[in-house]
């Protein structure tokens, strides 16, 4: 694989998991303890904190990318293993 085709598969990885980070330890200003700001939905984050966020979610998708990138290396998951396409009779893909 080349670097630049890693490259883009790894963006694609640190967009998706932050979808999955982005729910987790968020707390509202209710459950804070602080006061409801007037404008604001209730359920929006008491404390925003970016760069915390962004550190959790470079760890989950690097972590997902080396998986990625060894499955790819050493074939442990492939189309013919997986049954439901029936592919147990066609030629190997590389």
């Not at 080349?2 to 980070?21: D, E, K, P, Q």
Request: hydrophobic content about 50%.
């Amino acid at each position: 694989m080349r670097w630049t085709s890693a490259v883009a598969i790894y963006i694609l990885f640190w967009a998706m998991s932050v979808f999955l980070v982005l729910p987790f330890g968020v707390r509202t200003g209710h459950e804070a303890g602080a006061d409801h700001v007037v404008g604001t939905a209730e359920s929006a984050p008491h404390e925003f904190r970016p760069g915390r966020i962004a550190v959790r979610v470079t760890v989950v998708a690097t972590v997902l990318f080396v998986l990625f990138q060894l499955n790819y290396r050493y074939d442990w998951i492939t189309a013919q293993t997986l049954t439901f396409f029936n592919l147990q009779d066609a030629p190997p893909l590389r």
